[in-house]
């Protein structure tokens, strides 16, 4: 299979209106969602909204047997209309009474953060606890910790407790596959303990390379119960379902004293510019062409469009940069426009689709000048009135 980029060249142009662009390669999509369902295909696989909501993505995922999770209200309605009646998980630390009313009445499996919340629910619902596995390599995405306002200390829990289900998600990039086993090992005793129990829920937290086999040889070996068919479970995979499978591509404005400023930066790559140690970011300079350019290498850094000194994806070394040229941003299928950032007001790039066939689809339009003007403008303005 051709990098991408060369199957860009000639399709994809980057131009003053349009000098940023996001492109899923569809087949790698699909790929890595049949190598989640083909290693564990006893569960339910439920992709977390929050790593990339497209609706067109999520249509394909539904096509395929997938359910969803939703970590708002919003993200519920979202995944509803992609792929209505799909197996939906509700979480979030601050659902509403009123959300959680909605969620139940629309039948959305919902996890309550807390046992107060637990006291809000009509219907059978499961629990999100604390499996307490430590921390990991990413503390800021690390929950399972003495202390964490996400989900009760699994060893902490009323002895008579009658919940539907029982929910952990550990942390992202940087848990461990023990860690994540044992997470999974702490919440089938849970179940084992609670015989009303009907699912689990697994959450995600895979790094973006992740196999999913080494994750299913070890969940069968050190969780066999999980295969038992006894309880539904579920799985809700981000980043290891879609960091690989976009890149992001964004024009050369100016270059100057070795720094090339391109149009993507902290608004997109939110936790590469604000934690550059946790999150990496593979960049590669190309031509106006999409073609690596010759030449021998030298440091040059790449900075983003954003009014702050730290707006800065990072360094390479490449033959020198030029404007007109473009910078592929791996990595960019997780976590990137989903994060985006309203700082400066720059507008969100265009998403698209390359289809195994070479047609390029479009999965968001981005957003244009009027989106913006709308998003700030006083509500109550009559309409001559914003210009
Ligand atoms: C509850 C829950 N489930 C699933 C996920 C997805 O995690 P990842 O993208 O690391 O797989 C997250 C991420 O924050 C989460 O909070």
Redesign the pocket.
């Known amino acids: 299979m051709a990098e991408l980029r060369q199957r860009l060249a000639g399709r994809l142009r980057l131009d003053d209106e349009r000098p940023s662009a996001i492109v899923y390669d569809l087949a790698q999509v699909q790929a890595r969602a049949f190598e989640l369902k083909h290693a564990l295909p006893e569960f339910q696989h439920c992709p ?1 909204l ?2 990339a909501p497209y609706e067109a993505l999520l249509r394909h995922f539904g096509g395929w047997g997938f359910g969803f ?1 939703a ?1 708002s209200f919003t993200e519920g309605l979202v995944a509803a209309r992609a792929w209505p009646g799909a197996p939906l998980l509700y ?1 979030s630390p601050a659902k509403t009474r009123t959300e959680i009313a909605r969620a139940q009445a629309l039948g959305w499996v919902l996890s309550a953060n807390s046992l107060d919340e637990l006291a809000r629910t009509q219907a059978p619902c499961s629990l999100r606890v604390n499996t307490r596995t430590g921390r990991g390599q990413v503390a800021h ?1 690390s929950v399972a910790v003495a202390g964490s306002r996400f989900g009760e200390d699994f060893e902490e829990l009323p002895g008579d407790l009658d919940c539907a289900g029982w929910h952990a ?1 550990i942390g ?2 940087g848990c461990t596959l023990d860690q994540l086993v044992l997470s999974a090992r702490r919440l089938a005793d849970l179940a084992l303990r609670h015989p009303r129990t009907q699912w689990l829920n697994l ?4 790094p973006a390379q992740a196999a999913y086999a080494d994750y299913a040889a070890a969940l069968r070996a050190e969780v066999p119960e999980l295969f038992s068919g006894r309880w539904r479970v579920y799985t ?5 379902l879609l960091a690989t499978t976009a890149r992001a591509y964004t024009r050369v404005e100016y270059v100057r004293r070795g720094v090339a400023t391109v149009h993507l930066g902290a608004d997109f790559l939110l936790r590469r510019v604000y934690r550059p140690d946790d999150w990496p970011c593979p960049l590669q300079p190309l031509d106006g062409t999409f073609a690596l350019r010759p030449g021998p290498p030298c440091t040059q850094t790449i900075a983003g469009p954003l009014c702050f000194a730290g707006d800065v994806l990072g360094t390479v070394q490449a033959p020198p940069i030029a404007e007109g040229d473009i910078v592929e941003i791996g990595l960019a299928g ?1 976590y990137t426009a989903s994060l985006w950032s309203r700082h400066c007001s720059r507008r969100m790039p265009p998403v698209f689709g390359l289809a195994a066939d070479g047609a390029l689809q479009t999965l968001s339009a981005g957003e244009s000048e009027a989106d913006l003007l709308r998003l700030w403008r006083q509500a109550d303005l009559p309409t001559q009135a914003a210009g």
Not at 236 to 240: L, Q
């Open positions: 977390a929050k790593a999770e970590a979480d995405t998600h992202s990039q959450g995600g937290g895979l809700e995979m981000g980043r290891s997780a």
